[in-house]
């Protein structure tokens, strides 16, 4: 992540966290019961069929238990993922760049090094050993400060499809969820290697645009309107907030009892219930986290009702990452600022 300069470094190094995640299972009991009882599930998720237009290549992820399941190799250039969610549990894909170290490229197998690491620091954090948590991460390799994190679907809930637009370059990957449940990470990464095309060039053609950034936080450019949209998310700048991940953006159903404040604790992994399933909303997707300068692209058809458009950093309403909006049935809609 070409995040950042040197006074970060050291602590992405540390903790960047986050990503990782990836497989992370703890051996701990009552949480590894609970956890296996959901990985095994069969439970039956119903999900209702989109058709919705795709930019570029189109790769179709499904999730139905802790995996995702996707082709091993994709072509380069704009690529819409369009990720259904067919399991009992919130998800998300966030694609993750291997580095070349030193001269060798990281692969899977390096990256499998990773989620114990996770797992050993939350197993802490749980406990309230925050500082003993945190401390762990400074056994991740050098290497892992040079993931970039390049987009993804954002949270998407059980029996959802949502669908995302990114520029995908060459090169080696990981796909990965840290999602938790019973406090432990979500044991879903998968390998995905990428190769050089010259096809899909093009990107999309936006309906909408908005921004996030550090200094404005989330700004939608004009005011949605029920129906199909594609959705222009740029990110004007990027950076670690205080959980040492940069920011990204998801979209929330809201219901008439969701609780904001609920919502807007639950956006953070560093604490034990942060990222703990089950959601406090129904998420449709979203844009994760992309280097400054990169513009991903939301496709959704947005039917009249409330929504959030919310980041994943420790308390967006402070940082204008936690935007309402309501698109009416006369499509027109108001937009609020956070939580009123
Ligand atoms: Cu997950």
């Known amino acids: ?54 930019f570029g290549n189109l790769v179709e992820v499904k999730t139905t238990g802790m995996n995702f399941i996707l082709p091993d190799e994709i072509p380069s250039g704009w690529t819409t993922f369009r990720y259904s969610n067919e399991s009992p549990l919130t998800h998300f894909m966030l694609i993750d760049k291997l580095p070349v170290y030193k001269g060798k490229q990281i692969t ?70 840290y999602v938790k449940t019973g406090g432990i990470f979500h044991p879903m990464t998968k390998q995905l290697d990428v190769r050089q095309d010259l096809l899909n060039e093009t990107p999309p053609v936006p309906t909408l645009n908005m921004a996030i950034s550090k200094e404005g936080g989330i700004e939608m450019h004009e005011t949605p309107t029920a129906g199909l949209h594609t959705i222009a998310v740029q990110y004007k700048d990027q950076g670690p907030h205080e959980h040492f991940l940069g920011h990204d953006v998801h979209l929330a159903r809201l219901e008439k009892d969701t609780n904001l404040d609920e919502l807007n604790s639950w956006m953070t992994w560093t604490t034990p219930e942060g990222l703990n399933t089950p959601a406090p909303v129904t998420f449709l997707g979203g844009a994760q986290e992309m280097p400054e300068g990169n513009t991903a692209y939301i496709t959704v058809n947005l039917k009249s009702g409330s929504y959030a458009w919310v980041a994943e950093v420790p308390n967006p309403a402070s940082k204008n990452m936690l935007k309402t909006f309501t698109v009416s049935r006369d499509e027109t809609v108001r937009i609020g600022g956070g939580k009123d």
């Open 108 to 177: 899977y197998a390096d990256f499998e090094n990773i989620p114990p690491v996770f797992r050993d620091a939350m197993d802490l954090i749980n406990t309230g050993k925050n500082d003993e948590g945190f401390a762990e991460f400074r056994r991740l390799p050098e290497w892992f400060a040079q993931i970039i994190f390049s987009g993804g679907v954002g949270l998407v809930s059980p029996g959802e499809t949502a669908q995302t637009t990114v520029y995908v370059q060459p090169g080696t990957y990981v796909i990965e969820c």
């Open 1 to 54: 992540m070409r995040i950042q300069k040197s006074k970060f470094r050291i602590l992405i190094f540390l903790w960047i966290p986050l990503l990782l995640i990836g497989s992370l299972i703890s051996c701990k009991n009552g949480e590894k019961s609970e956890l296996s009882h959901q990985m095994n599930m069969e439970e039956k998720v119903v999900v209702e069929k989109v058709t919705l237009p795709a």
